[in-house]
């Protein structure tokens, strides 16, 4: 069987469209691997960087962050609205830090997904656990958007 979209564009290189479209709010798919070898995902907030690298967030404690602490290899899958454009990329952590600094980007990250404000209930329980942060280095981007 034929792959729906043949050639898609393996590169680190992040092209105007895919800039555009990962710089807008949409959810992502995260595909880390467990320590057994199994495949896990999660679906996760992100932000793109002005240096091209990716920021995700989590509790600490969660399989998917302790399974990037271990293993730092991973990818996204961005998804529109219309469900049929996407970006993929594969990467790896480069960079991961606790405490003030990933509480910071955990309200930042809210604030992006909500811009009308988020719930006060939300914002109080990403106060009450230890946040991470993760910065992702990308390795291959590939892409199904239309031109």
Do not use: C, K
Not at 58 to 76: E, Y
Not at 81 to 96: F, I, K, N, Q
Not at 110 to 135: K, M, Q
């Amino acid at each position: 069987m034929e792959p729906a979209h043949p050639n898609p564009t393996l590169s680190p290189v992040l092209t105007d469209r895919i800039r555009t479209f990962r710089q807008q709010h949409h959810f992502a798919s995260l595909a880390s691997v467990d320590p057994d070898g199994a495949p896990r995902q999660a679906v996760i907030w992100y932000r793109l960087e002005d240096d091209g690298r990716i920021l995700i967030n989590s509790r600490v404690g969660r399989r998917w962050p302790s399974n990037l602490l271990r293993d730092g290899r991973l990818s996204l899958a961005i998804t529109g609205t219309d469900g049929y454009s996407w970006v993929g990329l594969t990467g790896s952590v480069d960079e991961t830090y606790e405490g003030e600094r990933a509480l910071a980007d955990i309200l930042a990250l809210a604030h992006r997904y909500h811009p009308e404000g988020s719930d006060p209930a939300e914002l109080a329980s990403f106060r009450a656990f230890p946040r991470i942060t993760f910065r992702i280095e990308i390795d291959a981007v590939h892409d199904h958007l239309e031109d």
